[in-house]
Structures are given as structure tokens and as C-alpha cells.
């Protein structure tokens, strides 16, 4: 069993920036994806952006360019960075392993 722990949320101003990263622990080793999601109040999920063992990392449309996401397979650690943050960037983001496990979730504000 995998566990994510998240961190790294807050509030920033519109155009300004913030890194959230995602820790894994428990059976990591079974963990070939890791990515990010974001839920905005009033929406659906969405996938912010993905990383593969092997392979290129997908992003979502809306992010494309300001965000990027690295993995640390040594310290079983995701981050994401998110520059040039917009108002409608603002929900809380998800981690995720292999399409399964959840962390608990970060809320990222961005003020205009």
C-alpha cells in the first residue's frame, strides 16, 4: 500500500509562483506514475500533470508552459512548479500513484 503526503500550497499573487511537492511512502517501489490533479470548487478534477518512470511527462491543456513537473525516484519525492499563476489556477491539487491513491490534497490560492 502507497501513501502520498503533499505540501507546499498557499497563497500567491496572480503572475507570481509556487512549488508543491508529494512524498511517498509504504510500497513505493509498485509506483510507475505519479502526478498531479486539481479540483476547483464547482468542478471536476483535472489532470494537471503527469511523470512515468519511463517516458515524457503530459500535461493539462491549461498549464501547458508555465508548469512543469520533475521526480526525485531517490527520495520517491514528485514536485511541481507552477510559475506565472492565474486566478483561475486557484483549487486544491491532488497527488497521485498510479491512478489508484490519493494524497490529502493542498489548496493553492492565486489573488488577482
Known amino acids: 500500500q502507497v501513501q502520498l503526503e503533499e505540501s507546499g500550497g498557499g497563497l500567491v499573487q496572480a503572475g507570481g509562483s509556487l512549488r508543491l511537492s508529494c512524498t511517498a511512502s509504504?510500497?513505493?517501489?509498485?509506483?510507475?506514475?505519479m502526478g498531479w490533479y486539481r479540483q476547483a470548487p464547482g468542478k471536476q478534477r483535472e489532470l494537471v500533470a503527469v511523470?512515468?518512470?519511463?517516458?515524457?511527462?503530459n500535461y493539462g491543456e491549461s498549464v501547458k508552459g508555465r508548469f512543469t513537473i520533475s521526480r526525485d525516484n531517490a527520495m520517491n519525492t514528485i514536485h511541481l512548479q507552477m510559475d506565472s499563476l492565474k486566478p483561475e489556477d486557484t483549487a486544491v491539487y491532488y497527488c497521485n500513484a498510479n491512478g489508484v491513491t490519493w494524497g490529502q490534497g493542498t489548496l493553492v490560492t492565486v489573488s488577482s
Open positions: 509504504g510500497n513505493r517501489f509498485s509506483i510507475n506514475v
Open positions: 511523470s512515468r518512470l519511463v517516458g515524457s511527462a
